[in-house]
């Protein structure tokens, strides 16, 4: 049999997985106990109270699904849908599309308002879809698109499902402890997200909150969810509750979530948000002295991830491979129409660290030399010196 060596090290500057922290991983080898250990439980109510600092709520229905982020969006789809509900979703890129394709298997009325990707959605055009439309029961939108490193203003959207009677369910999967989420403030009533990209634990866990609203329409459905694994209603019986078995919980992975979101309240999110934008600052300006612009206008632009325009004629696919395989870095190619066009460039949570910066700008240097691909040597590493030196 072929002996398993173990992989190298990465840097891991793509879209997600994000690195994470050593304290992270040392806490998930804590011991197993039963789903029931009054213990695991403390440990349950710590991970419940630290994602409502998070997400800054006072939702008491806010849990963590045993699954990634798409468990998230699947479950917050599933629960409040019924077959005939009319849903109006945002799309402008790869994550707002998988919303409208579950929410039409849930044999909802699904109605798009696009915008191409790497804009942001127009809210006018939410607007007169909404006008156009008898009732809503659900506004969906994606915050953090990371096919295009795009960030949505919330709050309008909100406040346009609201005035329509509808509910707001927003996609913080990339969101969540790189920029601010606010629940309360902006008026979501539905919200997921995914421990692997700024919240700095492994990837397996969705952080979900449903407002007092959303927790009265899921629990005025004419039908069961279909769904057993994702029933929230039965999930609350276990997190939150009665502490019913329901499954048998993720522990190690819970116990992960509990350390990376100590460490987000360690660091204070503020400061948190404030590191992800110096960062994603540091490494436009860098990209900008290798010619490479940014997909997102600048007042749109996530800090966690940014899309990279490619300069026409470089084998992008050729540098991504040897930043890989010869400097353990990943970055994300562009997904769907955008392939070939844009690098997405992730600096997400315990991945968002200066030092990242520079390692990825010299690295890409080296490699872009290789190609005869011309810029002042050395140029993009200064750039991104004097934005940490500012
Ligand atoms: C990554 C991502 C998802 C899906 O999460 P998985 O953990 O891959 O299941 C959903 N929405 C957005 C915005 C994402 O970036």
Redesign the pocket.
Known sequence: MQEITEPKDRLLLG???SNVNPRVIRAMTMPLMGYLDPTFLGVMGDVVELLRTAFRTKNDFTLALS???????EASLINILESGDTVVVAIN???GL??ADIAGRCGANVVTVDAGWGSPIDIGLVKQALENLDKVKLVAA??????TGVVQPMQPLAELAHAKGALFLA?????LGGVDVRIDDWGIDIC?S????CVGSP?GM?PITLSPNAVEAMRSRQNKVQSFYLDLQLLEKYWLTDHVYHHTASMSMIYGLREALLMLVEEGLEDRFARHSLNAQALKAGLRELGMGVLAEEEFQAPQ?TAALIPEGLDEAKVRRALLNEYGIEIGGGLGSLAGKVWRIGLMGESSKSSHVLNLLQALESLLARENYKFDVGSSLSAAQKVFAS
């Open positions: 879209p997600g997985p699954g990634t982020g798409t468990s998230g969006m890129g790869v994550f998988r919303i994606v915050h953090v698109e990371t096919s996609d913080a999967v990339t969101s997921y995914a421990t692997q990209k990837p969705s991830l």
